[in-house]
């Protein structure tokens, strides 16, 4: 499982929501003029967010960063993956 951090820069989001539409339950456009990260609980988690991802979700968060038409999402893995060969 990939540790991966998800940020936001605010100042480029256009609140387009394309990053909505392929994982809605880590981002989420509420009161700031921007998109939000969401929490495994669904609480806001602000702009910059670090957690255990699924290699599954890692992919999808991957997808939505490439469907952001200002390049807004950067998505990083920063520790090792489960994966094993
Ligand atoms: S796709 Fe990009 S511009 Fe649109 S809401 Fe998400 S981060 Fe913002």
Known sequence: MPRVTVSIDPD???SAANCIGVVPQFFQIGAEPYVQL???SGA?????HSFEASDEEFALLEEAAESCPTRAIAVAATGPSSVTE
């Open 12 to 14: 480029v989001c256009i």
């Open 38 to 40: 969401l929490d495994r």
């Open 44 to 48: 806001v988690a602000g702009s910059v």
